[in-house]
């Protein structure tokens, strides 16, 4: 599970400030949060892009963005943490672009990693919830989140979200990641199915 906080909304214009990730075990049984096998890193910043409310969303002040990782070390360690695991993350294609744009700038390459939205899963465990962004979910779920849009705090109720989806998941027969993978696809092409048809 990953998540990203930038200093913007536009993941070719804003900077990369911070990821945050949580391996989730999916070997047994049912997956199982690893709270041991995290990873978190602050980007270093050389001039301060961050307006004031944006520094009061995230909480990540200039002091720490000074003090930070430089992005081909910190991208580096990101590249070897996750090896060669299969990504999820709540509306990823922002992440996942996010990180395109961050490797790209480092003149790093970026790995080939397989990305799974949760915000494309979920309603597929739970369809009859009308739910649209994270902090609905977790409303509707019952999931608590210690500070919003602190990525490691993010990345770790958005795990909760996962394995309280999984019971409804495996009664779907959806007990592995390709199940999940498709899962996921259809859902996808169902949503913008429907979204064509109500522009017509």
């Given amino acids: 599970m990953i998540d990203v906080e930038t200093t913007g909304l536009n993941p070719h214009h804003d900077a990369l400030l911070c990821v945050a990730a949580l391996a989730i075990d999916m070997r047994g049984p049912t997956p199982q949060i690893v709270a041991s096998d995290s990873f978190e890193v602050l980007i270093a910043q050389n001039e ?6 944006n520094i009061l969303l995230h909480g990540i002040g200039w002091g720490q963005q000074r ?3 430089p992005m081909q070390q910190a991208l580096e360690a990101l590249t070897a943490w996750v090896a060669d695991a299969p990504l999820l993350a709540y509306h990823a294609a ?3 672009e996010v990180l395109r744009q961050a490797y790209k700038r480092s003149r790093l390459q970026q790995p080939e990693w397989q990305w799974l939205d949760m915000a494309d899963l979920l309603p597929a ?3 009859a919830i009308a739910a ?3 902090d609905q979910w977790m409303q509707h779920l019952q999931v608590r989140c210690v500070r919003r849009h602190q990525a490691i705090a993010d990345v770790w109720a958005t795990a909760q979200l996962f394995l309280k989806a999984w019971p409804q998941w495996q009664r779907q027969q959806l007990q592995s990641w390709p199940d999940l993978y498709r899962r996921a696809e259809q859902e996808r092409w169902l949503r913008n199915s429907g979204s064509a048809l109500k522009g017509r």
């Avoid at 301060?48 to 409310?53: E, I, V, W």
């Fill in 132 to 134: 649209r962004s994270l």
């Fill in 94 to 96: 922002f992440d996942q």
């Fill in 125 to 127: 465990a739970y369809p």
């Fill in 48 to 53: 301060l892009r961050s307006t004031h409310d």
């Fill in 67 to 69: 003090e930070g990782e």
